[in-house]
């Protein structure tokens, strides 16, 4: 109620004033979905539901259908992936959209430019939050076990985690070494991305999915996840042409890496990466906004 509570004054102005023709709320707890069908209800507009989050973590078990009852006369349903519409209790996924946080412009543009970066094929690069300092001693101490086979390769870490670098760090060999890069701009991280050896994510499995897949597939270079991935993100990865291993342990990161030092890949693929764009996925998000409006309009 912390949300909701100083929200309610100014609902009705909004409702009034701006006068909606669609509310769209975003799951992140129950409190954004509580504001967006207030909204609707003093508007007398429809309202969707938008499910970022899982669930089944978010709310307790016991209460899920309960809650989820609360919140049934949702015109429609998006989610962030699959496997989200998958967690909630009541309509089948197969009732959702799926609007995934699509690749931006600049990112799509950069992608297609040549590559005028440094080359960097010796190098491992992984990116964004690490989650678990456990499991990334995991992954660490298996890229580090291939390297002794393969001299000359290096390690970097791009992303605002360091707390849990350093302390994996502290619990690794001191031979093994990382190159903290830190939080990089956008640009400079996709110059990087695009020109590694292997471009490496941490997977967090209460995430259901990891928006830096589509990103790191565009950079057109071998991708690797752990610990495993989804159904839905291989498919995602099938569908861009991507080289895509999602390891669950040593021997898969070792395969996975000796796969990538010999395996040349083709350039993206620009018409089928334009699905994944953020245009693309805000054109079907309106889509979606009219569809609804125009049901509801020839209900009442």
């Not at 003093?42 to 899982?54: E, G």
């Not at 950069?110 to 990334?136: F, P, Q």
Request: glycine share 4%; proline share 5%; with cysteine.
């Amino acid at each position: 109620n912390d949300w909701i509570e100083p929200s309610l004054p100014l609902l009705p102005v909004i409702a009034k004033e701006f006068k909606p023709d669609i509310v769209w709320a975003i799951f992140g707890n129950t409190s954004c979905w509580k504001m967006g069908q207030a909204l609707a209800h003093m508007a007398r507009c429809p309202w969707v539901a938008d499910i970022k989050d899982n669930w089944q973590a978010f709310v307790p078990k016991g209460l899920r259908k309960i809650t989820a009852h609360k919140f049934s006369d949702a015109a429609a349903y998006t989610v962030l992936s699959k496997a989200h519409g998958d967690t909630f209790p009541l309509s089948p996924s197969s009732d959702f959209k799926t609007v995934y946080n699509g690749i931006s412009p600049a990112l799509m543009q950069a992608m297609k430019n040549n590559r005028n970066a440094a080359d960097r094929r010796h190098e491992i690069l992984i990116t964004g939050s690490l989650y678990r300092s456990d499991v990334l001693v995991q992954l660490l101490r298996s890229i580090y076990a291939w390297q002794q086979q393969h001299p000359g390769t290096t390690i970097s870490y791009a992303g605002g985690d360091t707390a849990t670098l350093e302390q994996a760090m502290s619990n690794l060999d001191s031979s093994v070494e990382v190159q903290n890069l830190g939080t990089l701009s956008p640009h400079d991280l996709w110059e990087r991305q695009k020109n590694v050896r292997m471009n490496i994510y941490v997977r967090n499995p209460p995430n259901l999915f990891h928006h830096k897949l589509l990103e790191l597939l565009a950079a057109g270079r071998p991708v690797l996840a752990y610990p495993g991935e989804t159904d839905e993100s291989h498919t995602i990865a099938k569908s861009m042409s991507g080289l895509f291993f999602a390891c669950e342990d040593e021997n898969e990161i070792h395969q996975a890496l000796d796969h990538a030092q010999s395996t040349t890949i083709s350039s993206p693929d620009s018409a089928t990466h334009d699905q994944y764009s953020s245009q693309y996925q805000a054109e079907k998000l309106c889509e979606l906004f009219s569809e609804t409006i125009e049901r509801r309009g020839s209900e009442s």
